[in-house]
């Protein structure tokens, strides 16, 4: 095995990964906390559906595809769902697991688009600008009815209370609200709706 691995933490921005990742040129890197557990991984195809390269994450109002393609932190684009195998785990039971892959496509190109990618925020200055467009955003790119939120917004800090229906959306809501322009803090004080 290779013992020298580059890894990135949960916390770490998305930009920040992509950075270590053509630094190193490497297609994917294990997402690790600060006691060193692995809790995921990111590679080049998390990121085929940001928001920097045009691409429309939504599929039907999904809260989650929104989250994966316009959140600025590592946690939230990464993969959770990994196998690991540690150090006594014999050669043939690692290779049936490897079995599973399709493949990997290096896609080097797409991170250097999101490293090199303006914001582009046109909201004007001012809360009730940020309040509607953080609404907007919501209704029309994340897929969430804002209707069933509270939301205020005081010299650029923004505070949610009211239902959601998933993590997801909560996730949504929140990422939102970072990516608007003067924003400078995010509270969130949502609860789960029950079905």
């Known amino acids: 095995m290779t013992a020298k691995v580059v890894t990135v933490s949960p916390d770490h921005s998305v930009r920040h990964a992509a950075r270590i990742m053509l630094d190193h040129r490497i ?19 998390d990121f085929l559906r940001r928001s920097e390269l045009g691409a429309t994450a939504l599929s039907s ?13 590592v946690a939230d684009l990464m993969t959770s769902d990994v196998v690991v195998a540690d150090e ?12 599973r892959l399709v493949g990997v496509v290096s896609r080097a190109d797409l991170l250097r688009a999101v490293v090199a990618a303006k914001f582009d925020d046109a ?43 998933s993590q ?6 929140r990422v939102v609200a970072e990516g608007v322009r003067g924003v400078k803090g995010v509270y969130d004080h949502l609860y789960f709706a029950h079905p």
């Open 27 to 45: 297609s994917g890197m294990p997402v690790v906390d600060d006691g060193g557990r692995v809790v995921g991984i990111v590679s080049e195809g």
């Open 168 to 173: 997801s959306e909560r996730d949504a809501v």
């Open 88 to 99: 006594e785990t014999p050669i043939e039971r690692i290779a049936v697991l490897m079995q």
């Open 123 to 165: 909201t004007a200055a001012g809360d009730d600008a940020i309040r509607r467009s953080i609404l907007t955003r919501l209704r029309e790119d994340a897929g969430v009815n804002g209707d069933a939120l509270t939301l205020t917004v005081s010299d650029g800090l923004v505070h949610f209370s009211g239902a959601v229906r």
């Open 61 to 73: 109002g999904e809260a989650r595809g929104y989250v994966k393609g316009h959140s600025w932190k």
